[in-house]
């Protein structure tokens, strides 16, 4: 079979729905996988994923109105609960029991909002991945976001495993000479659950950002490491010190380090949510720094947008040709075995990806 980048979704995995406070804000409406959902927190305070369509006569529930946890339709005034049943038909006494709509696993953990969009019987919450960070605002102050990039959510993947591409897409801000990313040391393991990324720029000069957060004056020996957790999982962790000491030895001293959370979660085949959390690791004490690292952090991923959309956009026009490989893809290949060995035994599994959701 000839490769085509866009590659299919894997049902059985757990994504970030939201943040949660996109959703007290209030009804967040979100498709996810194809499917339109409408999040909301219950009466419970638990979050509540349902489908985006009231089983009355088919309006979407995220048109109607949030009153005690409870969703009511705003076309003939439905009631549902956070598990999709209707409480309340106006003017009528019985509730026939079938008169519901369905429901998503969620679980809200570590200020991540976890939705399973696959066989619910299947749904581990065990299998939630640990961010320990989020657990840590004095250490790891951070900052988060979420938009839609029109492109299919392996495209993500690639971008962050392959981090050539700084020298040429972030010039301007986390970036630095292209001759100076052209010689750094990658390596690429295969893990568990992905693959994992670590690349050095030994005695480098320092990138705007990096003067800007901790005024870098000379040269700097500079660390990232990227770990990919398939399906949609990117942790980061990037760090520098002064040339010369002992950064490979020890990377806790004084210098810059920051973590992030990289997260894809598809929304249609060519298009997906992109969460991301930036977490401060170098003057914690100040609100500003960690404002400033998120507002160096947000354009360069937009910069990152623009490119993977124009991607999508003429991949689109013949999805099969052939992408000629080159040497700095090692690390997106592996990445993309890890995600296709999930998606051929989630096929074995099932049959068929879509036989549980009939
Ligand atoms: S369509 Fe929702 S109450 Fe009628
Ligand atoms: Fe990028």
């Known amino acids: 079979m000839r490769e085509t980048a866009n590659e299919p979704f894997v049902y059985n995995a757990w994504y970030i729905a939201a943040w949660p406070e996109e959703i007290e804000k209030g009804l967040v409406s979100r498709t996810i996988m194809n499917e339109p959902l409408v999040l909301f927190r219950g009466p419970d305070g638990k979050v509540a994923a349902l489908e985006d369509r009231c089983c009355h006569r088919g309006a979407p529930l995220s048109h109607g109105t949030l ?77 988060k976001a979420t938009f839609v990039i029109k492109a299919n959510y392996m495209m993500m993947i690639d971008n962050l495993m392959d981090l050539s591409h700084l020298a040429y897409v972030h010039r301007k801000t986390i970036g630095g000479s292209p001759e100076a990313h052209a010689t750094a040391e990658n390596s690429v393991e295969e893990t568990e659950t992905g693959c994992l990324y670590q690349r050095w720029m030994m005695n ?33 962790n990037n760090g520098a010190i002064d040339a010369g000491k002992g950064a490979r030895e020890n990377q806790n001293q004084p210098g810059l380090q920051f973590e992030l959370i990289h997260h894809a979660t598809p929304e249609t085949e060519t298009s997906f949510h992109y969460f991301f959390s930036v977490a401060n690791g170098y003057r914690q004490d100040d609100p500003a720094a960690t404002e400033q690292l998120f507002n160096e952090t947000y354009p360069t991923f937009l910069e990152d947008k623009v490119i993977m959309e124009g991607q999508q956009a003429r991949i689109d026009r013949d999805p099969h040709r052939d992408l000629i490989p080159i040497m700095g893809d090692k690390a997106l290949f592996t990445a993309r075995r890890a995600l296709k060995k999930m998606i051929d035994a989630e096929r074995s599994s099932f049959g068929t990806v879509a036989a549980h959701r009939a």
């Open 67 to 143: 009153t005690d946890g409870r969703l009511q339709c705003g076309y003939h005034g439905l009631v549902f609960d956070g598990a999709g049943k209707c409480v309340e038909i106006p003017g009528q006494t019985s509730i026939p029991p079938h008169t519901r709509v369905r429901s998503y696993p969620i679980v809200e953990r570590q200020q991540i909002v976890w939705i399973w969009m696959g066989d619910p019987s299947k749904a581990d919450e065990s299998k939630i991945l640990d961010y320990p960070v989020h657990d840590q605002p004095e250490k790891w102050p951070h900052k």
């Open 204 to 236: 480098s000069p320092a990138p705007p950002t990096y003067v800007k957060a901790v005024g870098f004056k000379g040269r700097i020996d500079r660390w990232h490491r990227f770990e990919y957790v398939a399906p949609s999982t990117v942790i980061q």
